[in-house]
Structure formats: C-alpha cells, structure tokens
C-alpha cells in the first residue's frame, strides 16, 4: 500500500521541543520530505532526508528516519509560534514520479 | 518569482455547473499535479501529468478531467460540480533531472459548492 501516516493534532508551549512523527508502508522513496503549511498558504518544503541516512540536522530542525520500523519523525528545538502551522510528511512513489502524503499535523504553539 | 499560479483564488459553484480551474507554472518543470486537501485526510492525488503530452489518474479523479496545455500549463474541470467537491484544490509542479524532487506548490483555489 501507499499509506503515510500521522497524528492529527499536536500542542506545545512556546520554548519548548515539539516531535512530529510518520509512519509510511512502502521503503522504495529515494527521499523523504517535510512540508510546512502555514494558514491560508501552499506548501512549501521544509526539510527533506536522503533514505540512505538515519538522521539530518538543519539549525532547529532535526529530522530522524528508521528504515526497519519506516517511521519518520521531524523534531522542532525551542518551538516559536511562528512555528504554528499544518506538517506534512511526503515520500516518492516508485517510478510513478508522485509524492504521497501523510494527512497532515497541526502544530499549535501556546505562548 | 511567480513560481506556481493558480486561478481562481476563491469560487462558489451552484450543485451541477462546471469550472475550469487553471495552473502555470514557469520554472520549466516537466511534472505537474493536482490535489486536492480536506480536513483530517491530508492532500489526496487527483490527477498529474509526468510530461507535456501525458495525463494521468490519482487515487480520487472520479468527477474530474484534466487538460496538459502545454509544458507551462494545467488546468483542472469540474464538468458538473457536487458539493462533495467543495474542498481547497492544490496545483504543484516538480522538476525530474537531478535534485531532489520537491515539489512547488500553488497557493491553493478555494471552492465552495453549494
């Protein structure tokens, strides 16, 4: 199957390390992606991982893959509210040149 | 950079008539996608075009056709809108010669059927 999974709804508060996470079913993506929505936007992409590496680092941004379990997580230091948006975690299907996407997790940032 | 363009913005259709959504994209990308986002089911695939020329079904193209213009533009129809189509419509294109494979999102048309 295609499936990407994700929880609906997390909340935190401002300063604080926010963990989104991912399951997905099939291991064939090169790469692995988080998207960003912010309200009333498109997405955009976020930060992304090679499907040969375990983990990525990108200033706040922390991403970690496990291959044997396929779960994705995206780890967010010192949470602003400007962080405050929908997550999305996408891979590539195969040969078909499509993206597959998780149903998405909205971040709330209390201050 | 306009990147990826989509029109119109916001839409509010009566139950069976129809619309054509339009999408541009002008970073030269071979790919071109429409989704479709609804609340606590995430984007969901309707249609895409791997290169100028080719079309293809998603997992929900039921109601829908598409027409791949030309290598810029792809634009989305509802021949007889239902309100189960109400929804926010996502156009994204994606270039395939090296890099990463991101795709680039519009801004999203926002549709109402009533």
């Known amino acids: 199957g295609e499936d990407v999974e994700q929880s609906l709804f997390l909340s935190v508060r401002e300063g604080d390390s926010s963990v989104i996470n991912c399951t997905y079913t099939d291991s064939s993506s090169t790469y692995l992606y988080w998207y960003k929505q912010e309200p009333g936007a498109g997405l955009q992409l976020l930060t992304y991982?090679?499907?040969?590496?375990d983990m990525k680092q990108d200033q706040r941004l922390t991403v970690l893959l496990n291959k044997k379990d396929k779960h994705l997580s995206l780890r967010i230091a010192d949470t602003q509210t400007g962080d405050s948006a929908i997550y999305f975690c996408a891979r590539g299907s195969g040969a078909t040149n499509k993206l597959i996407f998780g149903t998405g997790t909205l971040l709330a940032v209390q201050p | 950079n306009a990147g990826v363009t989509q029109t119109p913005k916001f839409q509010v259709l009566k139950t069976g008539q129809s619309m054509t959504l339009q999408c541009a994209q002008d970073?030269?990308?071979?790919?071109m996608y429409w989704y479709r986002q609804d609340p606590g089911m995430g984007l969901r695939l309707i249609y895409y075009?791997?290169?100028?020329?080719?079309?293809d079904k998603g997992e929900v193209p039921n109601g829908y056709n598409v027409s791949r213009l030309n290598k810029r533009e792809f634009s989305l129809r509802l021949e007889s809108a239902a309100p189960s189509q109400t929804s926010v419509y996502f156009c994204?294109?994606?270039?395939?010669?090296?890099?990463?494979?991101?795709?680039?999102f519009g801004e999203g048309s926002r549709l109402t059927v009533l």
């Open positions: 970073m030269n990308h071979n790919s």
């Open positions: 075009s791997a290169s100028e020329g080719t079309t």
């Open positions: 991982i090679f499907s040969n590496m």
């Open positions: 994204a294109s994606r270039g395939t010669s090296g890099g990463i494979g991101e795709l680039f």
